[in-house]
């Protein structure tokens, strides 16, 4: 009978706090048109001082008094909208365009774990924990109440553990999302443990991957359109192993070995008796044990400098469980065509002495080339850029 350990899931440290200061547009705003919608102000940079880049690069608070801040998504007009686990979306508009977002406001509270958000033809997608909503317009209703959102979809597998969703739409026009194992390590049926995608009506969903523990970011190769994604390994196999995984799925019905094979080549002890790990694909890339490697995009841009075009900035949240802390840093793999090669720390700084202010969880390009990280302990989003931009 498959056994289920012990789960151990990431918990953040939230720091709630908000900046007080509201320019008076935004206080006019407010008072006008604000019922039921939080409006805040972007806030100070403190901390960020502590980050150390490579040289020529700076980083710099993007928007302050995002609390909870996890999954990102930019549309078209500016505006960066953000999923959380405590039951808010926050939209980060920047209406003229440079770089200096005008406020933070609400979208949504009382949700159910909306971490995964997503956008398509001017409609925001929610994933929750057992559903999908869909915002449809919601730029047009800032400054004003929400309606309510419509179900797209409804049937994702209720969980109590690893339940927080990542959702994006694919080159494919699919809404590609993220189903982790409810458990550390156990043997469980589709879709639980895979990335799947649910089909541009929401008529239905479809498995792509299986063996994933739990997957909270992927992208498409520029070159080719293959899907890369992240994987946390399991706990309790001690400090340094598994490996959390950087994983490349370029068509449909691989298998990435959990629960039986742990970061391709360690048979897991408990449900791994009667399988081979040559079985199963292995990681393109084996990360940091117990990092909690997230939020992750291929660098398309042209600010950086070229050794970081086409390669692949990772977002690790951070271990919980280890002896000595590892994660809390922004890494970069390099990539040339099916392989990777280099694997190295981008931007670190979040961990202090074994004690974090910080946890990053996403990134996200934008249309400078500028790079977006959310922080779910700190409440906030960072703006990583190159050469004084």
Known sequence: MPRVASAGYNRRVDSRHRRAARIALLALLALSCGRGLGIAAIGGGAGVDRIKLPAGFRIAVYADGVSGARSLVLAPTGTVFVGTRDGEVYAIPDQDHDGKPEAVQTIARGLDEPN????????????????????????????????????????????????????????????????????NVCTNADPFG??????????????????????????????????????????????????????????????????????????????GQGHRCSDYTAPAAKLGPHVAALGMRFYRGTMFPAEYRGAIFIAEHGSWNRTHKIGYRISVVDVDGERTSRYRVFAEGWLQDGGEWGRPVDVLEMPDGALLVSDDARGAVYRISYGGR
């Open 116 to 183: 995964g958000v997503a956008w398509k033809d001017g409609d925001l997608y929610v994933a929750e924990v057992t559903r999908v909503l869909r915002y449809d317009d919601v730029e047009s209703y800032f400054g004003k109440k929400q309606p309510a959102p419509k179900v797209f979809f409804s049937g994702l597998p209720k969980q109590s553990g690893h339940q927080w969703r990542y959702a994006r739409f694919g080159p494919d026009g699919w809404l590609w999302i993220g189903i982790g194992a409810p458990c």
């Open 194 to 271: 895979t990335v799947s995608r649910i089909a541009p009506d929401g008529s239905r969903l479809e498995v792509w991957a299986r063996g994933v523990r739990n997957s909270v970011g992927f992208d498409w190769q520029p070159q080719g359109g293959a899907l890369w994604f992240t994987d946390n390994g399991r706990d309790w196999l001690g400090d340094d192993r598994p490996p959390d995984e950087l994983n490349r799925a370029p068509r449909a019905g691989m298998h990435f070995g959990f629960p039986y094979c742990q970061g391709g080549d360690i048979p897991d002890p408990d449900e």
